[in-house]
């Protein structure tokens, strides 16, 4: 019985996810790239919704982080760095994932991956048997106790501490006989055939590398960056001198990563050219764990500002660490597929400057007035993938509604400050000076918000087209609109409709849209 419900969550999952790809292609938001000679493979392009809808993430992103704080400036480096960089960050000799072949299907896994979707299906069962138990027991249910006396929660619960010990046990030992063995033991078949016929595991570099200059011979190798963080960190002296910051202070930036990802199968979840938000923040050493705390608070707090569930976000504290870091933890987003990493927030300690200035022999330290001595500062990261953020929006507002008629609509109900646009405006009629109207009402909006102009069909289908499309009002020009000036303005989510004067619909829309409003629930 048990295992037969958690297929049909599983089948529950695929459906959903597969409403989201078709979605997102229908409605203008995501397309393959070069969809004509049948795409790349994890390479994807933002359509005219989607851009905009990702232009409003990063924003809603950097006017939390740089606007808001009078001590975190922003940078745009280059994609190309100098190929020492990369030596210098480990990128050369570390930046691996362990890959591991089917020998009958020909698929190709991130040996972690498959432990980890294993362990995560282990997780999920015990989540339902807490949700079972929550319903029976009702308002008497006590979590805590009940998971550390039902047998079964305890069973699996071990059952994962076991394997979360061995899997970081063969990462930190780089032990790729005990990593095969891992997946051996706990029979993880593979996920499209179930044949358990396995490689052996190797490891893979994922950074992209070109060369630079015009003839084989002068050519240097250069790599596609693999992160945005390493032009933060070689910029560090040059921003903290030319902008007089003191510590603590932080550089933010977005842009382009690159990373030859051996499983590329989660639509935008998982790319090979992606975009990060990063923003590393420089403390003086010993403050680090407090700043780590800090951000961890922060982080989570900008994400709940968008309304998406709070039972959709856990933190997911790191046992392995990464050669660079002494604390990290990241924020799991509840996707269609389960939760996984959303964003990532890494205390850095002094790994990155200290390898600078050991790769570059140049100073990367920082003079502090008050202690009167030079050190190299410490930092914290705070890391987000700009197409995974995307991805959560999208897929946590694409919803099926039964309505009181009978009918269901499909409605993209995006936090209004992330969507593309704000307003679409409808004469209800293609004559009568209603166009004319419609299209005034338009030219006064569009210097404040993205609206869109649409004549096309009944006004009802009108509706349903916006509502999936994810804009949070329509306004209607009719005939007493000519007379009183009027219009009736509907509101997505609610689909209340409302008559207000035209020179209302500036304010009405601004109160929901408002990147202030939003924002600020973050400090409330
Ligand atoms: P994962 O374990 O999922 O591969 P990671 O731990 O390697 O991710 P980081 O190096 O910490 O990721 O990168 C920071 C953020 O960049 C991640 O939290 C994620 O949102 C985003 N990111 C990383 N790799 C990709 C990718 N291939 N496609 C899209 N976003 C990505």
């Not at 960089?85 to 020909?106: E, Q, R, Y």
């Amino acid at each position: 019985m048990q295992t037969f419900i958690f297929a049909l969550i599983m089948a529950k999952q695929e459906d959903q996810f597969k409403k989201v790809l078709s979605h997102a292609k229908e409605y203008g938001y995501v397309f393959q790239s070069s969809e004509i000679y049948d795409g790349l493979s994890a390479v994807y392009d933002y359509a005219q919704n989607g851009v905009e809808l990702k232009k409003n993430i990063r924003d809603y992103w950097w006017k939390a982080m740089v606007q808001m704080h009078e001590n975190i400036v922003g940078i745009d480096a280059a994609i190309l760095m100098h190929p020492t960089t990369w030596k210098a960050s480990g990128h050369v000799d570390a930046f691996n994932d362990p890959l591991i072949d089917n020998k009958d299907s020909k698929k190709r896994y991130r040996a972690d991956v498959l432990v980890e979707d294993f362990r995560e299906k282990i997780n999920q069962k015990i989540q339902k048997d807490v949700a079972k138990a929550q319903k029976r027991f009702g308002d008497a249910f006590n979590e805590e106790e009940f998971r550390a006396t039902n047998q079964n929660v305890i069973r699996r619960q071990k059952q994962i501490d076991e394997i979360s010990a061995e899997l970081t046990r063969v990462q930190e030992e780089s032990d790729l006989v005990g990593f095969k063995q891992l997946i051996v033991d706990l029979g993880i078949g593979c996920p499209a055939s179930g044949s358990k016929n396995w490689t052996e595991v190797k490891q893979f570099n994922l950074m992209f590398g070109t060369q630079i200059g015009a003839s084989a011979e002068n050519s240097t190798q250069v790599y596609l960056r693999p992160e945005t963080a390493q032009g933060i960190f070689v910029n560090f002296l040059n921003v903290q001198k030319t902008g007089r910051m003191k510590i603590p202070f932080g550089i933010a930036q977005t842009g382009k990563a690159f990373r030859n990802e051996i499983v590329a199968r989660q639509f935008i979840f998982r790319m090979r050219e992606f975009e990060q938000m990063e923003m590393q923040f420089f403390v003086k050493p010993g403050t680090q764990k407090e700043w780590y705390e800090n951000w961890k608070g922060s982080r989570l707090k900008w994400h709940l500002s968008l309304g998406m569930g709070e039972e959709n976000y856990r933190f997911h504290d790191h046992d392995k660490l990464a050669h660079y870091a002494d604390a990290a933890a990241d924020i799991e987003f509840n996707f269609p597929f389960g939760f996984k990493e959303l964003e990532g927030i890494h205390s850095r300690t002094d790994f990155d400057l200290k390898a600078h200035e050991e790769f570059s022999g140049k100073k990367l330290q920082y003079f502090d007035h008050t202690e009167n001595k030079s050190y190299v500062p410490y930092v914290v990261e705070t890391s987000i993938g700009l197409d995974r953020m995307f991805l959560a929006v999208f897929s946590n507002s694409l919803q099926e509604e039964a309505l009181d008629n009978g009918t269901t609509r499909t409605v993209l109900k995006l936090p209004a400050v992330l969507a593309p646009y704000k307003a679409a405006i409808f004469p209800l009629v293609k004559k009568d000076g209603l166009p004319e109207v419609a299209r005034k009402i338009m030219d006064d909006l569009k210097w404040d918000f993205n609206v869109f102009y649409d004549e096309k069909d009944a006004v009802g289908k009108r509706y349903r087209r916006q509502d999936a499309a994810g804009t949070p009002f329509c306004i209607t020009v009719d005939h007493d609109s000519l007379e009183d000036n009027s219009v009736t303005i509907r509101h997505r989510d609610t689909m209340e409709q409302k008559r207000v004067a035209i020179s209302e619909l500036k304010e009405i829309i601004k109160a929901e849209v408002d990147v202030k409003t939003w924002l600020q629930k973050i400090d409330s």
